[in-house]
């Protein structure tokens, strides 16, 4: 097959060259954020932080509540949940997106500034609320699909309410998710397979 067409190949490099500097501008708002606070992410200091212009930073994002909404996507994107369910038993998807989830929270600046917006939206009653209840939502209607997959699988008990128990999983993650922005000492491996063997105990069909 011959090579694409310079232009082609110039496009397709632009498009890379966008996707890196967008992803290094919200690496270095999620750095700022985790490290000093919401106002600390100032167009200025993102621009500094991350070695491009200021000016990239507005052309990009446009406002605050734009690299916010561009931070929770960024991470909504990251989290890949839907992996786990392509070749999974229901149960075994719910309890690897569990695992996954606390291994990935503990030092992970990204994850630890998404809380913190989080906490000041709740906090402020900002508008920006709604943009983290549509990203747990998704979430939400994937765990419930990987229950009613395991039920009818047989390995997940007929009787649990599936809409209940993803909003009991979500709600499960986002208070240990808090409580670990307010004790970031705080020793997960204990909590994460404690979190596991009870799952498994509520959920699974008794053999």
């Given at each position: 097959?011959?090579?694409?067409?310079?232009?082609?190949?110039?496009?397709?490099?632009?498009?890379?060259?966008?996707?890196?500097?967008?992803?290094?501008l919200l690496a270095a708002a999620?750095?700022?954020?985790?490290?000093?606070?919401?106002?600390?992410?100032?167009?200025?200091?993102?621009?500094?932080?991350?070695?491009?212009?200021?000016?990239?930073?507005?052309?990009?994002?446009?406002?605050?509540?734009?690299?916010?909404?561009?931070?929770?996507?960024?991470?909504?994107?990251?989290?890949?949940?839907?992996?786990?369910?392509?070749?999974?038993?229901?149960?075994?998807?719910?309890?690897?997106?569990?695992?996954?989830?606390?291994?990935?929270?503990?030092?992970?600046?990204?994850?630890?500034?998404?809380?913190?917006?989080?906490?000041?939206?709740?906090?402020?009653?900002?508008?920006?609320?709604?943009?983290?209840?549509?990203?747990?939502?998704?979430?939400?209607?994937?765990?419930?699909?990987?229950?009613?997959?395991?039920?009818?699988?047989?390995?997940?008990?007929?009787?649990?309410?599936?809409?209940?128990?993803?909003?009991?999983?979500?709600?499960?993650?986002?208070?240990?998710?808090?409580?670990?922005?307010?004790?970031?000492?705080?020793?997960?491996?204990?909590?994460?397979?404690?979190?596991?063997?009870?799952?498994?105990?509520?959920?699974?069909?008794?053999?």
């Amino acid at each position: 097959m011959p090579p694409p067409p310079a232009a082609a190949r110039a496009r397709r490099t632009q498009s890379e060259r966008r996707d890196q500097s967008e992803k290094g501008l919200l690496a270095a708002a999620a750095e700022l954020i985790a490290e000093r606070g919401v106002n600390a992410a100032t167009f200025d200091n993102i621009g500094q932080k991350s070695g491009y212009s200021r000016g990239l930073v507005t052309q990009r994002f446009g406002s605050k509540q734009g690299m916010i909404e561009a931070l929770i996507a960024h991470l909504h994107e990251r989290s890949a949940y839907d992996e786990h369910g392509a070749d999974m038993a229901g149960l075994d998807a719910v309890v690897a997106y569990v695992d996954q989830y606390l291994r990935n929270l503990e030092g992970d600046q990204e994850v630890r500034a998404y809380f913190i917006l989080m906490a000041g939206a709740i906090a402020d009653l900002a508008p920006i609320r709604e943009a983290f209840a549509a990203s747990h939502r998704l979430v939400e209607r994937w765990l419930e699909a990987m229950v009613l997959k395991g039920q009818a699988e047989g390995t997940i008990r007929p009787e649990i309410d599936a809409d209940a128990a993803a909003l009991m999983i979500g709600s499960l993650l986002l208070g240990l998710s808090m409580q670990w922005l307010v004790d970031p000492q705080m020793v997960l491996a204990p909590i994460r397979e404690t979190s596991i063997a009870t799952l498994r105990m509520s959920f699974a069909v008794a053999g």
